[in-house]
């Protein structure tokens, strides 16, 4: 017995040579990769020290290293320490190190790091982990610091009151990202304006005649689909619902300017909303809707609209300048373009904007942070008219310039390089010099550079500028409303009542579109929204507005 | 009489063996054609693709969406981080589950019964994901190749697989390797693995594919990019852009003016699932071969 367990620890011991042998073996291989990336990190700081030593009175007076983290979107890889973080940290000595999740499994990392309180420096989060993480001390609480040290921060503050929405209890736990110059457009009607003309149909100009001219196609192409959806019914009722006079928003709740001089409603539980699913039955029973609307995936959508066999859509207006791209290397002619919003069945004309102030996005700073008043500083400065043209515009003399007016515009020789770069030129500048909304940037840009791109590397076309100029003199859109902020116990009440009314309703919707039930059934509907908690919901969204603007 | 009846037996046999041939090659070609598809999806034209023309043979013959690929240095970077996270990773695996597996089969083990419910205890319950990140975190392997390689180092099912075929190998081999003189250590080098090949080869591939097709902890374990093996790379080209809503809004991450490619999507696909499939026929003729050819005589 006693021989079997010396020779039981032997043979352990022998074990743990074994595995310190296949471990140690592998550590070289391991090692490697995690010197290369400390390598390119620790080399690109000492060059620049030597700048910094010699000059003073930037923002923090030694060399700093914030982390920060953000979704990386593959179509705008982020390179760590690009020319405008470099830049950013000749003017502040704050050095960037930034930690990029996929985009697509952002959400499950930020909630693990959110659990386990192990945040870095400065970390992206949405509104809603305000809401859910705000009163745990995670994150450095930031009202004061904006009403004492801040100054270009507090400018925007001051004359954007929208931005009080984003404060939990009177505080503020992360700072909003805010765009730059925005071009604003919204979800609106797109149609083949080239067979309008050829067939002599006029653009229609309210929503009936839409239907109408659909039909009309219909007859003159009969294996035709005039009007694809994707997504489900649900996200197009989303998308449709306010120009035919009721409204969704993202879970049935939404803004309506038109009611009361301006309330939260839910949609699905008014009468109006018979409205919108009775033209959708009328349009799926003159069979100008594609019959497969509710299961028609994005890929299919896309097929139908760029193989010509559907000539209608109500979603990203956008989308269609894509879609003419793609028909137009078997079909020249083939244009889609986008219509002023038609009247609907009451006359009116509304539809929504996307957000063009705030983007929905926050940058929380760690509450164990060291030194936060220079953080701050260098915050506020990333919100400086200097700040946001190196975030988005990268280094001045070498990227971009300064016109007569004062704005920034990229250097034509400089985007030249990438003309035919992929996924698009505009895309591969960004992620050659760490600019805009997808990389770390407080005032950013999206469409103003864009614009500046494509037309410098002439993916910009005619199409194009009369998009813009249809969506920008059409009167029908109205900016969106951001939703106020919710108590905990609010948040929670709304969550529940949502859960079991949506399961309730979203079986209904098409039943009533395909024509099962007959739209003066959905009375008895209404009836049992309000009974589940309908009207609870607009109170407890009518409060808390109120509530803010007290 | 007889010969009828045989005729008659056979032409049964024969409309058998073609139904059986039809299902079988309908089976072949519902699950060939997913990946068939996506091979030739890589290769043919964005534009053929998007109008949904490619069914069966690729159309616009290009190997643009290869090209793009390649030119994306982080893809091969994550490529040799994948390639290292799975030799390491296997090579991790196999040394300790076989040395866990080795004393839970022999029987002479003392305390071999609470042993055994302990580790298959494990099983049936995890700490979840939280608490495993802290002991990650905790044991400062955050950020390394440790902290992908060493949390799996041992998966129970696997090791218990392996106990088993332990198990199955005549005690009289290792007494009579005893007697000669052997120690464990011996009898398991020389005795147990050289008659578990077969049980190895398995264990290999079953691990190998498991780190290559990994992600999940490497996305929560590591912080720096070049870090990322391939799989992180290939979610996120995969999947973004699938619920691309709003355009040009900058409240949205997702813009469409440039949508990612479907080619460019597949050909990421079949770059990274090629190299795991080619393993797959090298360490199949183990499969294949008896137990126990040899090895013991009378």
């Known amino acids: ?550 | 009489m007889s010969k009828t009846r045989k005729i008659k037996m056979s032409t049964g046999y024969k409309i058998f063996n073609v139904i059986n041939h039809i299902l079988l090659l309908i089976l072949v070609f519902v699950t060939v054609y997913p990946m068939y598809y996506i091979f030739i999806v890589s290769i043919s034209n964005g534009i053929y693709v998007s109008r949904g023309e490619v069914h069966l043979l690729p159309k616009g013959i290009t190997l643009s969406a290869y090209k793009t690929v390649f030119q994306n240095s982080d893809i091969w970077r994550a490529y040799l981080n994948t390639i290292i996270y799975t030799t390491v990773g296997t090579a991790i695996n196999i040394v300790l589950s076989s040395m866990c597996a080795y004393p839970l089969s022999r029987k002479d083990f003392y305390g071999r019964p609470v042993f055994t419910f302990i580790v298959a205890f494990t099983m049936f319950m995890s700490g979840g994901m939280i608490p495993l990140y802290l002991v990650v975190l905790k044991l400062g392997l955050i950020d390394t190749i440790w902290s992908i390689v060493l949390p799996p180092a041992i998966n129970t099912f696997n090791m218990i697989i392996m106990r088993t075929f332990f198990q199955d190998i005549p005690v009289s081999l290792q007494e009579s390797a005893f007697l000669d003189g052997a120690n464990d250590l011996q009898i398991l080098w020389k005795i147990i693995l050289p008659l578990s090949k077969p049980i190895m080869a398995t264990m290999v591939l079953f691990y190998a594919v498991q780190h290559w097709n990994s992600f999940f902890s490497a996305l929560i374990y590591l912080n720096s990019k070049s870090k990322y093996p391939v799989q992180i790379l290939l979610r996120n080209i995969v999947i973004a852009g699938e619920f691309a809503d709003q355009q040009t809004s900058i409240g949205n991450v997702e813009s469409n003016f440039a949508v990612v490619a479907m080619n460019y999507k597949y050909a990421v696909i079949i770059i990274s699932v090629v190299p795991i499939l080619m393993v797959y026929p090298f360490l199949q003729k183990h499969f294949a071969k008896g137990v126990m050819i040899g090895a013991l005589k009378g």
């Open chain 1, 1 to 550: 017995m006693k021989k079997s367990y010396a020779k039981t620890v032997v043979l352990f011991l022998c074990l743990v040579m074994a595995l310190s042998l296949v471990t140690g073996c592998a550590k070289p291989a391991g090692n490697s990769s995690g010197a290369d990336t400390g390598n390119q990190s620790a080399t690109a700081p000492t060059q620049a020290a030597d700048n910094t030593e010699k000059s003073s009175g930037k923002i923090s007076e030694k060399e700093r290293v914030l982390k920060v983290m953000f979704p990386e979107h593959p179509n705008q890889p982020v390179k760590n320490f690009a020319p405008a973080q470099q830049e950013i940290f000749k003017k502040t000595n704050i050095k960037l190190d930034f930690e990029v999740v996929p985009s697509s499994n952002y959400e499950d990392k930020k909630k693990i790091l959110l659990a386990t309180n192990n945040l870095p420096d400065i970390i992206r989060i949405s509104k809603s982990d305000v809401n859910d993480y705000g009163t745990t001390g995670i994150f450095l609480p930031l009202m004061d610091y904006v009403k004492n040290d801040m100054v270009y921060f507090k400018e925007k503050w001051e004359n954007i009151p929208d931005l009080i929405k984003v404060t939990l209890d009177g505080e503020l736990y992360g700072f909003p990202v805010i765009a730059r110059n925005e071009a604003k457009n919204g979800y609106g009607p797109v149609i083949r304006v080239d067979l309008l003309k050829k067939h002599n149909l006029k653009t229609p100009d309210t929503f009936d005649e839409l239907l109408d001219v659909l039909a009309k196609l219909k007859e003159i192409y009969p294996n035709s689909t005039p009007w694809s959806m994707r997504s489900g019914t649900v996200k197009n009722i989303q998308k449709i619902a306010y120009m035919l006079g009721s409204g969704y928003g993202d879970d049935g709740i939404y803004y309506d300017y038109d009611v009361d001089g301006g309330r939260y409603v839910f949609g699905p539980a008014t009468k109006e909303f018979k409205n919108v699913l009775s033209y959708l039955n009328k349009a799926y029973k003159m069979g100008v809707l594609d019959p497969d609307y509710a299961v028609s995936t994005k890929r299919q959508w896309e097929e139908n609209l760029t193989s010509g066999k559907s000539f209608f859509f109500l979603d990203n207006s956008g989308f269609g300048l894509n879609y003419t791209n793609n028909l137009r290397k078997t079909d020249p002619e083939a244009t889609f373009q986008i219509i002023p919003i038609p009247a609907n069945q009451d006359g009116v004309r509304r539809a929504v904007f996307y957000a063009t102030v705030f983007t929905g996005e926050m940058y929380a700073v760690n509450a164990k942070i060291k030194d936060p008043d220079t953080v701050i500083k260098f915050i506020d400065w990333m919100y400086s008219e200097e700040g946001s043209n190196i975030t988005n515009f990268g280094v001045e003399g070498e990227t971009f310039y300064i016109d007569e007016n004062g704005q920034p515009q990229f250097i034509a020789d400089y985007v030249a390089k990438f003309k035919d770069a992929q996924p698009s030129p505009y895309y591969a500048v960004y992620s050659d010099l760490g600019i805009t909304k997808l990389n770390f940037s407080l005032w950013a840009c999206n469409t103003m550079t864009q614009f500046q791109i494509e037309k410098l590397t002439g993916t910009w076309s005619d199409l194009y500028d009369e998009y813009w100029t249809i969506v920008g003199n059409d009167k029908a859109y109205v900016e969106p409303v951001m939703d106020p902020p919710l108590t905990a116990e609010e948040a929670e009440r709304v969550k529940d009542i949502l859960a079991s009314l949506n399961t309730m309703l979203e079986q209904e919707y098409d039943k009533f579109i395909i024509g099962v039930k007959d739209i003066s059934e959905y009375d008895a509907v209404i009836e049992k929204a309000i009974e589940m908690g309908a009207l609870e919901l607009e109170q407890i969204y009518n409060n808390a507005l109120a509530r803010l603007q007290q």
